[in-house]
């Protein structure tokens, strides 16, 4: 394809391609301190497409596809290039990724011990972990938690923290400006911008930790801990994963595993400072 | 760039040692997504088998592997839960394609995606058939009335079904090729040549499998994932007695298809043949897959489409149904 | 003649208790169950190659657990056997 660059992003490696310029110099941009991956094997291709036989030039529009598509997926503006690339990536990792359980989680990490958020998108895991991560904790993922299937670590896939409407302005008042992307107005899912990992959650993704705290975070809500039975936290986690099924016994082994033996507590914050106070305490009580 | 990247590969899997020359990963990236696109990855996979290849490739092909053990396993079963639901009315189940050579263990299905079950009972059982698997918990994909229609009328099958718990889907044929096509293959033949292989469930005769995997690709399809097809046949191909072939496909009336699957498979996948004209457009189309995975060649490619549907339709009724679907948005890919 | 219900196989499932709910993967069709009881119980009854009527595995049980009257107990039990026999865990011996 015209325009290409491969990208490594904890244990996975990816080739991307694509019509046109814009989106892959935002991503080299952005993942310029990621190991280079230039020349090397990639586990995914990823191919941002004209969505039509004249949108390379007219009213640009990008088709997301590579090794795994989705048919039928809407085409997105060439101004929004950054996210379409992210989500590229993000579809070959749910639809094609066997080396691990994939969880739809958040993880930070401290003391070699790992906290792992998961919850439908605006339940506040994404940016919660931002902020943690900008706190002392180390940012493993806001988007995907990999489970060892062998030894029940969780493994890091720190790629950009997607941030969204107000958790822009919550990070960008925390975060350097030089780690924060551009502005991605009026995207299907709102305004969004992305956060570049701090530096040592880039230079340790390949560390894993032993998952020592599950949360079910809930924004929006006056603050409140819940206990979560083993059955409804096994039922909440393979919906959360997108290859349970596609892992069979492995998957089913590694996922009751991490069931029995990691805490697990619902709560609900009505701020981020309230959230991250809950979890400095629910941390000290149970992890 | 093209597919003979892909090709060679599954031809003669020692020559993948010179793919990593350039030292850039161009090979192995192009080859990869290749063979994921045609949906040869797990047949890749095992080609390759044991031989050395670089670092990152091996878990790439090793998780190919386990998904096609996977896709066997499911595939039996769902085979297996078909049988019980028809089992009452004492049918036999001929079972079709991939999930028919990896229940028989044949080369054909080692690493192979398989898909969607699909079965061949005989015609009057149909609607017997049909009322069991709605009993079962399988039901209907599509409520549109013309595509009900259109199948039930025109088509070699049931309008698909699926299963609402295990959310797979199944194909009852009562023939290998539409109603409408100009080849009229006897089903009921290969019905009653079929071949157990448990107490329930049969599959073709050899040359049944054969004649039914080349109408699949010649005379049905307009060749798209045709490179996976084609592998069928190389593979089915081994060990029939050509004679004895000639013979069921003349009988099945496809026999200029059949030779012409067998040229294409020794070209590509064997050991060289003879081609014609019209091979190599066909070859030409089979091939039409860059380093990205992605299609080229629209108009050739364009061209089978609409060739396609000429062969399986009377002139003024592939109008109509294009305009059909015309006006539902549906176009080529 | 009533039906005779067995397991799918010996080896076909692998379980894992958690809490008061019993998971169940059944590796011939790569899904998992979550039931409760009396089912984990029912399958138990059926292990190393029993084949019984839904009445045996009434009798079977009564001598390990307080089933209540017969006939409230007797027709769940077969409720139970019809669901895991669509389900595949069982088959019809």
């Given amino acids: 394809m015209n325009h290409a660059l491969s990208l490594k992003i904890g244990p996975a490696t990816f080739r991307i391609g694509s019509a046109w310029r814009q989106p892959v110099e935002a991503l080299a941009r952005l993942y310029a301190d990621y190991p280079d991956a230039a020349g090397k094997v990639a586990d995914f291709t990823v191919r941002l497409e004209p969505a039509g036989l004249f949108r390379r030039w007219l009213r640009p529009s990008i088709f997301i596809t590579g090794d795994h598509g989705l048919a039928d997926a809407a085409p997105m503006s060439l101004t929004h290039g950054l996210l379409a690339a992210e989500m590229g990536m993000n579809l070959q990792m749910a639809l094609g990724w066997r080396r691990h359980l994939l969880l739809h989680a958040a993880s930070v990490e401290r003391d070699g011990q790992a906290l792992v958020m998961t919850g439908e998108s605006g339940s506040g895991k994404s940016t919660l972990a931002a902020q943690l991560g900008e706190r002392g904790w180390r940012l493993m993922g806001d988007e995907f938690a990999l489970l060892d299937l062998a030894t029940g670590d969780v493994l890091p896939f720190p790629r950009l923290v997607s941030l969204k409407n107000r958790a822009i302005d919550v990070l960008a008042a925390e975060a350097p400006a030089p780690r924060m992307g551009p502005l991605l107005a009026a995207t299907a899912k709102g305004d969004i911008r992305h956060l570049v990992p701090r530096s040592d959650a880039v230079r340790r993704m390949g560390q894993g930790a032993r998952p020592a705290l599950l949360l079910f975070p809930r924004f929006g809500h006056a603050a409140a801990v819940r206990g979560v039975g083993q059955g409804e936290v096994f039922m909440r986690l393979t919906q959360a994963s997108t290859n349970y099924v596609a892992l069979g016994e492995p998957g089913f082994a590694a996922l009751t595993r991490f069931v029995r033996s990691v805490p697990a507590r619902a709560i609900d914050f009505p701020s981020g400072e309230e959230a991250i106070a809950m979890v400095d305490r629910l941390w000290e009580e149970l992890a | 760039m093209n597919a003979l990247l892909l090709v060679r590969a599954l031809r003669d899997p020692d020559g993948v040692a010179a793919l990593d020359d350039g030292g850039d990963g161009a090979g192995w990236n192009a080859l990869i997504a290749m063979a994921r696109a045609e949906r040869l990855i797990g047949t890749l996979a095992l080609r390759i088998g044991d031989r050395l290849v670089p670092q990152a490739v091996a878990p790439i092909l090793a998780d190919a592997r386990l998904d096609a053990e996977r896709e066997a396993r499911q595939a039996l079963w769902e085979a297996d839960r078909a049988a019980e639901a028809i089992a009452p009315l004492g049918l036999p189940v001929v079972l079709l394609k991939g999930t028919a050579y990896a229940a028989a263990g044949l080369v054909a299905g080692q690493g192979r995606f398989i898909g969607d079950l699909d079965i061949l009972v005989p015609r009057p059982s149909m609607q017997a058939v049909e009322q069991c698997l709605l009993r079962a918990g399988w039901e209907w994909v599509k409520d549109d009335p013309y595509d009900d229609a259109y199948y039930r009328q025109w088509m070699h099958e049931l309008p698909p079904m699926i299963h609402a718990g295990r959310d797979r889907m199944i194909d009852v044929h009562h023939t290998v090729l539409p109603v409408t096509a100009r080849q009229r293959p006897d089903a009921a033949a290969m019905i009653g040549d079929a071949v157990p292989i448990t107490n329930e469930l049969y599959i073709l005769s050899p040359e049944d499998r054969l004649c039914h995997a080349v109408a699949h690709l010649l005379a049905d399809g307009d060749l798209a994932g045709g490179l996976r097809n084609l592998w069928d046949i190389h593979c089915l191909l081994e060990g029939l007695d050509p004679v004895a072939l000639d013979e069921r496909a003349a009988r099945h009336g496809i026999r200029p298809h059949v030779r012409q699957a067998r040229r294409l498979a020794a070209a590509l996948y064997g050991d060289g043949a003879r081609l014609t004209f019209w091979d190599r457009i066909v070859v030409a189309r089979l091939l039409a897959r860059d380093g990205w995975g992605r299609e080229r060649r629209k108009l050739l490619r364009f061209a089978f489409y609409l060739r396609s549907h000429w062969l399986r339709m009377p002139p003024a009724m592939l109008a109509r149904h294009l305009f059909t679907k015309w006006r539902k948005g549906h176009r080529p890919a | ?93």
């Fill in chain 3, 1 to 93: 003649m009533p039906h005779r219900y067995c397991q799918d196989g010996e080896d076909a499932v692998a379980t894992c208790v958690l809490e008061d709910m019993v998971l169940l993967y059944h590796r011939p069709s790569g899904q998992t169950h979550m039931v409760i009881s009396p089912v984990p119980e029912i399958l138990a009854a059926l292990a190393e190659g029993a084949a019984l009527t839904a009445s045996e595995v009434h009798g079977e049980l009564s001598r390990h657990y307080d089933l209540g009257p017969a006939e409230e107990a007797l027709p769940q039990i077969e409720a139970h056997l019809a669901e895991l026999t669509a389900l595949g865990l069982v088959r019809l011996a």
